[in-house]
């Protein structure tokens, strides 16, 4: 066990709905970042949030959006659904901002029926 | 941007026997890390190893950050080594802030 949960662990919508995923780091980590790992893509880095701001966005499209709340947790926003969504979503947390061990959660599978 | 390569992309070891996968990368990186896959999906940090030497029991990994290479060492492999090896290396950049490798599929066999 990382220390690092995510929820709901599975997740089955329809294309065009709007789905909420949420993760809660390590105690004591305040960085998050999110992923996602698809068959034809591998793992892919979205956004990272240090202590409630964003600090790095890698290849998340404009229908996701992320935040870090004041109690550190964060859930990461997918809107106007497509099949091909449908993947598997990871948060990871470490203690500073960048250039330290990720702890992996358990992810949360999205399919998009 | 920075590529990250891993071979062999398929490996099928006899349980007992040693294996090397390799990480290569091509630029100048803050951070790698090696990770362990199982299959059960469950992302395993095995090590952070920015450069140098590290060993875990029976997983050893090297670094040589200079020729941006990284190896990752099982010894003694058991089945519950099977899964998927990744390396993902860090960056100060924004975009390509963490780069995953394709990932090495290792196959143990009784």
């Known amino acids: 066990d990382s220390g690092v949960t995510q929820t709901p662990k599975h997740l089955i919508t329809a294309t065009g709905q709007r789905v909420t995923l949420r993760c809660s780091p390590r105690?004591?980590?305040?960085?998050v970042y999110w992923y996602q790992q698809s068959l034809d893509q591998g793992l892919q880095f979205l956004i990272q949030y240090y202590n409630g701001e964003e600090r790095a966005k890698g290849n998340i499209l404009e229908r996701f959006s992320a935040q870090q709340f004041p109690d550190l947790h964060s859930e990461l926003n997918l809107s106007s659904l497509e099949l091909g969504d449908s993947a598997l979503y990871f948060c990871?947390?470490?203690?500073?901002?960048?250039?330290?061990?990720?702890?992996f959660g358990p992810g949360t599978r999205l399919t998009v029926l | 941007g920075i590529q990250v390569e891993q071979s062999p992309p398929d490996l099928i070891l006899q349980e007992g026997a040693n294996s090397t996968l390799r990480c290569n990368f091509s630029?100048?990186?803050?951070?790698l890390q090696w990770f362990h896959q199982n299959p059960w999906g469950q992302l395993i940090n095995l090590f952070y190893?920015?450069?140098g030497t590290k060993q875990n029991g029976r997983l050893s990994a090297t670094t040589v950050a200079t020729e941006r290479y990284s190896l990752l060492y099982i010894s003694s492999s058991q089945t519950t080594d099977s899964g998927v090896y990744f390396c993902?290396?860090?960056?100060?950049?924004?975009?390509?802030?963490?780069?995953f490798g394709p990932g090495t599929s290792l196959s143990v066999i009784p």
């Open positions: 105690s004591g980590d305040l960085s």
């Open positions: 993902a290396v860090e960056r100060q950049t924004s975009y390509d802030k963490v780069i």
């Open positions: 990871a947390s470490s203690t500073g901002d960048g250039g330290d061990t990720q702890y």
């Open positions: 630029d100048s990186v803050n951070n």
């Open positions: 190893i920015p450069s």
